[in-house]
């Protein structure tokens, strides 16, 4: 038997990818929205590859905010980039 491994759709280049290989961010019911690196976070997520230039795309193409249907705030956006530059470990 053969585990269905659960593939999300990067924002950045539009391929589906394995989650656990994609950053997520989430927006709780309360309308926050964080990083969630642990797929756990209740809400709506959107999910991007931890690579620099999905994530330009995804910004560009306000992808993020149209996937969580919410502005995102620029402390997000520093977070992602930090993690992207910084190596994802
Ligand atoms: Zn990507």
């Known amino acids: 038997m053969q585990k269905k491994i659960p ?3 990067c924002l950045g280049c539009r391929e589906m990818k394995p989650k656990r290989e994609l950053i ?3 927006r709780s019911p309360e309308g926050e929205i964080s990083l ?3 797929g756990k976070k209740p809400g709506r997520g959107a999910y991007v590859c931890p ?3 999905c994530l330009k795309k995804a910004i560009r193409s306000k992808a993020l905010e149209r996937a969580l249907a919410s502005a995102i705030p620029e402390d997000i956006y520093d977070a992602l980039r930090g993690q992207m530059e910084g190596g994802n470990g």
């Open 7 to 9: 593939m999300r759709q």
């Open 24 to 26: 997520r961010a989430v």
């Open 36 to 38: 969630d690196f642990k």
């Open 51 to 53: 690579n620099a230039d």
